[in-house]
């Protein structure tokens, strides 16, 4: 089943859909602007790789592209139930992100549920844990179902995906340019993620930079400075994950262009869910540009535009 062009939401209602699958009989939820296709599981398909960890089960083809087949169970160290017809029965899950086609089994999928993000429980609110495949969670028709955090599995398993290292070109650039000279406000719920494009950030010069750990902190640090902001001396650039909990990055900068009218906040998405559509969504709320993860180069290029 390929997922249709028109399935996304519209642009800024801090909505989701959440594509329920179980691995092992629990419940995990993945992102569906994050699928591409859904198909049965056919072992003859899959060649194996030698040396690789055991939840890389190989790598299959895909309309003559070979990508990448993870077996969710070992990555998420569930023992295995063993059954005569198991295999045959189970689901891959193609995904699409970071500019990257991967695939996961798991054993069924359940059904996709439209939620709002204020609905979803970040992990970090129940357990703090460096390095977990779960986002959260979230109460659905009385289960609970854990939301799979599929860039830290893959930044995990292929460390390549997680940042751009930053060339040296870019950051002897800061010379030509005062990074100094422009305020930073950085969203991103990922703790792995965060960290390495704050060092990145930092790294090629820029100084001034605040950051929160989802959107809905950021939304209330602007309506607190909002004042401050209408008069600001400086350069204002918001960079915001789409993907987050408590409040996305669509309703952010939904909301700071058309409820807070904060015109001065330039806004930059920078998030693996960039496609086509993705950048008619983000035009739609008022960001006025996008980077795809984890090009962190191209990011500090477009924010060099913006500095004095």
């Known amino acids: 089943m390929d997922k249709k062009d028109g399935i996304l939401l519209e642009s800024g209602t801090n909505e ?23 198909q049965k ?4 398909a899959v060649s194996p790789l030698p040396d690789y960890p055991s939840c890389i089960m190989g790598v299959l083809q895909l ?16 023992p295995k139930v063993e059954g005569e017809d198991k295999d045959r029965n189970q689901i891959v899950i193609v995904t699409e992100f970071n500019n990257r086609v991967n695939s996961f089994r798991v054993d069924s999928v359940k059904r996709i549920y439209r939620i709002s993000w204020t609905q979803f429980m970040p992990i970090s609110s129940i357990i703090q844990v460096e390095g977990t495949f779960i986002i959260g969670s979230v109460s659905l028709n009385g289960d609970e179902v854990l939301v799979l955090d599929l860039e830290q599995i893959l930044a995990t398993l292929f460390p390549e995906t997680i940042i751009q290292e930053v060339r040296k070109e870019i950051i002897e650039k800061a010379k030509e340019v005062d990074r100094k000279s422009i ?29 929160f750990v989802d959107g809905q902190y950021a939304y209330e640090h602007i309506v607190q400075n909002r004042d401050q902001y209408m008069n600001y001396e400086k350069p204002i650039v918001l960079i915001s994950d789409i993907e987050m909990p408590r409040m996305d990055g669509l309703a952010l900068c939904n909301k700071v262009k058309k409820e807070l009218n904060l015109q001065k906040i330039y806004i930059i998405m920078f998030s693996s869910l960039i496609t086509e559509q993705m950048i008619a969504k983000c035009k739609s709320v008022g960001a006025g540009d996008w980077v795809t993860k984890p090009e962190s ?5 477009k924010l060099d535009t913006h500095c004095v």
């Open 16 to 38: 989701m859909e959440l594509l329920v699958v179980t691995v092992e009989g629990q419940l995990f939820g993945i992102n569906v602007a994050k699928v591409k296709s859904i």
């Open 41 to 44: 599981f056919n072992p003859a």
């Open 63 to 78: 309309r003559e592209t070979t990508i990448p087949l993870v077996d969710m169970a070992i990555v998420l160290s569930i």
């Open 183 to 211: 305020h930073l406000l950085f969203a991103e719920d990922s703790g792995l993620i965060r960290n390495s494009i704050i060092k990145c950030l930092k790294g090629a010069g820029f100084e001034d930079l605040t950051f």
């Open 297 to 301: 180069n191209e990011l500090i290029t």
